[in-house]
């Protein structure tokens, strides 16, 4: 049920295509946005998506799953008093269009707008796009739920004192409440902890772990909303909210066992049937992956001197992603020295490549690599060695 404008794709991948001297949106990521897997019912994102909602819509929550992804500097950062200097501003970690418009970041991009339209309690969900490294954990695409509570006057229980602080507190306790409810729905009897956190829109902020396969491990970020920020989305003086926000695909992971990453873009029968089967608010107990034979990997070695402005290894990581796709599984930095005469850095990075669902062929690999050096030295200006 929903009452949203569906999405215009083919207009919104026109848009992130158009040439900017500020567009750094590589084709891979055009490809990929608005790909929808949070509103599958049949994908393990929609899934993990549908049991959150059902958790929170029982309270009266609404749901906006259809939002465009691409939003304004404004909304994604000047809203959330983001400072201007803060690195996730560089486009070194975001994707911009232009001076103006970005792929979001976080779900949290479109938290003013829609308090400002008057919603009090409502979730928003969607993929979030972040330059970033290469590992098991971490894809350029991922998909957060943010959740949203605003109370006023008149809402407010009348036991809750008129000061500041009284309602602070009583956001803090509800908010950490219906938390611990959402993992206890999705995850059944399991450990939690809060541990402080900073975000420039919530104080106090909190981070909740979970132990989950013999460690601690962070799931969402939340915390009392900023009285600047209310105030800014038309919201009165004695307003108070609160907002958390956190990731599907670590959720999943844990949840099912699920070791890649990579694996929620693949379409192998052999990961979506064992998902297809499940309950449409996922099945409980949740599924189990089972996942099946790991291909043999092939790790190659890329060396350079750094170009004189330096590097930002987002940057070697795009040129990775660029000529791999999703046969990268892995980037780390092996070695790295300074000449004694020079003063110049040399790196040694290890990319490691493997096929999720067939064994990798040498000569691919070997022209995957030749295309990685290529873009190393052409879009990042260092001298291959
Ligand atoms: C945020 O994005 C904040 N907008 C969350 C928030 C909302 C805080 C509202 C307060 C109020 P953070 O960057 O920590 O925070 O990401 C939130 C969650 O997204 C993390 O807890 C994690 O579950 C997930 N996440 C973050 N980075 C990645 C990544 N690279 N890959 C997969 N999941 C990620
Ligand atoms: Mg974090």
Redesign the pocket.
């Known amino acids: 049920m929903s009452s949203q404008p569906s999405l215009d794709f083919a207009a919104i991948r026109a848009h992130l295509a158009t040439p900017h001297p500020r567009n750094n949106i590589p084709a891979s990521i055009t490809a990929r946005a608005c790909a929808g897997l949070h509103v599958n019912p049949l994908h393990p994102l929609g899934q993990l998506k549908a049991r959150i909602q059902a958790y929170f819509e029982r309270t009266g929550f609404s749901t906006f799953d259809r939002l465009s992804p691409i939003v304004t500097v404004r909304q994604n950062f000047d809203s959330l008093l983001t400072p201007l200097d803060h690195v996730s501003r560089r486009p070194t970690d975001t994707y911009y269009l232009d001076d103006d418009r970005l792929l979001r970041c976080?779900?949290?991009a479109h938290q003013v707008e829609l308090i400002a339209a008057g919603h009090s309690a409502f979730l928003m969900a969607g993929d979030v796009f972040?330059r970033?490294e290469v590992d098991a954990?971490?894809?350029p695409i991922?998909h957060?739920v943010?959740g949203v509570r605003v109370w006023d006057d008149a809402t407010l229980p009348s036991v809750v004192g008129t000061t500041p602080k009284a309602r602070e507190e009583f956001a803090l306790a509800e908010l950490k409440e219906t938390l611990e409810g959402l993992v206890q729905h999705v995850f059944g009897d399991v450990k939690m902890r809060w541990v402080d956190a900073f975000?420039p829109?919530?104080e106090p902020?909190l981070?909740l772990e979970i132990y989950f396969g013999n460690r601690w491990l962070?799931?969402?970020?939340?915390?009392v909303i900023r009285p600047r920020i209310l105030a800014e989305a038309g919201r009165g003086s004695g307003s108070v909210g609160w907002?958390?926000?956190?990731?599907l695909?670590?959720?999943a992971m844990v949840l099912h066992e699920i070791p890649d990453?990579r694996l929620f873009w693949t379409d192998e029968p052999r990961f979506t049937d064992q998902f297809a089967g499940a309950a449409p608010a996922g099945a409980t107990p949740p599924v189990q992956f089972r996942p099946y034979s790991k291909y043999p990997g092939c790790t190659k070695d890329v060396t350079f001197w750094l170009p004189p402005q330096g590097l930002a290894e987002n940057d070697l990581f795009a040129c990775v992603r660029e000529a791999a796709g999703d046969l990268v599984e892995r980037v780390e930095l092996i070695d790295s020295f300074t000449h004694p005469k020079t003063a110049r850095e040399s790196r040694c990075y290890r990319i490691t490549y493997r096929h999720m669902n067939r064994t990798l062929v040498n000569e691919e690999v070997d022209r995957i690599q030749a295309d990685v050096r290529l873009r190393i030295s052409r879009d990042i200006g260092a001298e291959l060695r």
């Open positions: 976080h779900m949290t972040r970033d954990t971490h894809y991922f957060q943010d975000f829109f919530t902020s981070e962070e799931v969402l970020g939340c915390g907002a958390f926000g956190l990731g695909e670590r959720l990453i």
